[in-house]
């Protein structure tokens, strides 16, 4: 059931880049085109995931007066390792990508994260954590990124940082659209549920 509800938290009901709105720099600065988009979010996804994972395993070693510290420098670490991999394999990528490459270590995502729960939770649901939480995070980056370049086309604002904004914007209310009206209808179907149950046992409670 935990797992359940972290794949529900990373994916939809907080969703770091629509609910929790973290990580906005990159989020609205790399999405101008599909491809940054997916380049900056797999990078991210891989730090997070490893650095969750890392500090669950080392999370017993640690004293808690060098405990920010050591994360921020498991962070960094796993950070240069993804920068290297794309400067190796899509040198062009991270040309474009540029400076939000090696500022994934500032992503308050990713300590966030570290403190909030690889800190406390065995590996396997610090893992499972960061990969939620990190595709959340690159789903959002890559509607973000077809969308912009997309809208790009016929209209120059949508490349432009304001662009990124109202994309954002917009999908922030759609969100909220969607949550409300699945709000609703579980109350329904709880309500019908519970109505049945009396017609059936007479039981009120």
């Known amino acids: 059931m935990k797992i359940v509800t972290l794949w529900l938290d990373g994916l939809w009901d907080r969703n ?17 085109t599909l491809e940054n988009a997916i380049g900056l979010g797999l990078a991210t996804l891989f730090v997070l995931v490893l650095s969750n994972g890392s500090i669950s395993l080392i999370r017993n ?8 510290p050591v994360f921020v420098l498991v962070i960094a670490a796993l950070t240069t390792c993804a920068e290297l991999l794309v400067q190796a394999f899509d040198y062009p990528l991270y040309q474009s990508l540029g400076i939000f490459l090696p500022l994934i270590v500032t ?3 990713i300590l966030g994260r570290a403190e909030a729960l690889a800190r406390r939770e065995p590996l396997f649901i610090s893992a499972m954590d ?20 997309w809208a790009s086309e016929t209209l120059i604002l949508a490349a432009l940082p304001p662009g990124a904004f109202i994309a954002l914007g917009l999908l922030v209310a ?8 699945l709000k609703h209808l579980r109350a329904r179907v709880i309500t019908n549920s519970k109505e049945r149950r009396v017609r059936t046992t007479g039981d009120i409670s």
Not at 16 to 32: D, E, F, M, T
Not at 139 to 147: E, K, N, R, S, T
């Open 107 to 109: 992503n308050c995502l």
């Open 61 to 68: 070693l640690v004293d808690d007066a060098i405990r920010l």
């Open 16 to 32: 770091p880049g629509l609910i929790q709105l973290l990580g906005l720099c990159p989020l609205l600065a790399v999405s101008n």
């Open 130 to 149: 960061g990969l939620a939480q990190g595709l959340g995070f690159f789903l959002i980056l890559i509607i973000l990124g077809a969308i912009r370049e």
């Open 174 to 181: 759609l969100h909220q659209v969607i949550q409300s009206k």
